[in-house]
């Protein structure tokens, strides 16, 4: 196999994915990207999910993935989504054992409790028939037409994105962390309030006045949050962990709906399992190499 072939569809098991997801610039977009590693009876390979994709697979699940890609980048070969990718979960492969570890590194996930100070969300709109993002979106408007195809559609219509950069205080004083797209659709689809896509001062109102989160940061990104419980900040805030992702995972959520266990129960296979109602949130470990040059358009 080489790069840059077209693989109709090709069926594995999740073993690895990584934390924490990263925003890459492409022709004026900013696209989040999440990196895991699955493997079929051939053997392993990793595979870069992209926007929708993102946060779709699980740890330990089985999918068949359609119209991938292959790609080399700095001599490693790995296979990507594209626009045209479904993803679908099946039943387990017959005569695959246990999950074995990957012998991969990725940076720690902290866990704390804080409260939003600053917030800046940036809110982005793109096409649903031409994938085209677009500018000068007013979404008080009923209608818009698309800057690329021409096309006259319900404002509803477009996929809204957000990243939100924000400035959080703690205990141990101010971190500035971004929020990426994925888990803030996740944060607002478990809170019913995904209305807040429509206006980013709305959720950046949102986030000020919320009170105290309990967050999971890797590398300054947030891989989780759910809203803390109502009590006092010191007892908000009394749980801390910061522990190593090839280790023993063991965050501590919040909110008393929420488990955190690890993906698989192998002390080196780390993993986090958060669950608020629509929440399920899998990190396994995993190191991502991104290009700008790699989503396929």
């Known amino acids: 196999m080489s790069a840059r072939q077209h693989i109709g569809e090709v069926t594995g098991r999740i073993v690895h994915l990584r934390a924490g997801t990263d925003n890459v610039e492409f022709q004026g977009r900013q696209l989040e990207t999440q990196s895991v590693i699955f493997e079929d009876a ?3 390979i990793r595979l870069q999910l992209w926007e929708s994709q993102v946060g779709v697979v699980l740890f ?3 999918y068949k993935f359609s119209n991938l890609s292959t790609r ?3 001599g490693e070969l790995f296979v990507t989504t594209t626009r045209q990718s479904t993803i679908e979960e099946v039943g ?3 005569g695959m054992g246990a999950i074995v570890p990957c012998d991969v590194r990725e940076d720690p996930v902290i866990s704390l409790c ?3 100070i600053r917030a800046e969300v940036i809110v982005s709109r793109t096409c649903g028939n031409c994938k085209c993002s677009q500018t000068d979106f007013d979404s008080r408007k009923k209608f818009h037409r698309c800057m ?3 096309m006259l559609q319900k404002s509803g219509m477009y996929t809204a994105s957000a990243i939100a950069n924000v400035t959080v205080l703690g205990d141990s004083g101010e971190l500035n962390v971004c929020i990426n797209n994925s888990v803030l659709h996740r944060y607002l689809r478990n809170g019913d309030i995904t209305h807040l896509l429509q206006d980013a001062q709305d959720m950046e109102e949102h986030l000020l006045e919320c009170g105290f989160l309990k967050l999971h940061i890797q590398n ?3 891989v989780a949050m759910v809203k803390a419980p109502e009590q006092t900040a010191s007892e908000a805030c009394s749980s801390k962990s910061s522990v190593s992702a090839t280790g023993d995972l063991e965050l501590l959520c919040a909110a008393d709906e929420v488990e955190s266990v690890c993906a698989g129960g192998a002390a080196d296979e780390a993993g986090l399992a958060c669950r608020t109602g629509e929440l399920e949130i899998v990190a396994g470990a995993a190191e991502a190499v991104c290009s700008t040059g ?3 358009m």
């Open 92 to 94: 387990p492969l017959s």
């Open 220 to 222: 300054n990104n947030v």
């Open 148 to 150: 690329k195809c021409n």
């Open 114 to 116: 804080a409260e939003i």
């Open 294 to 296: 790699e989503f396929e």
């Open 42 to 44: 051939s053997g392993k």
């Open 72 to 74: 080399e980048f700095q």
């Open 60 to 62: 330990g699940k089985t």
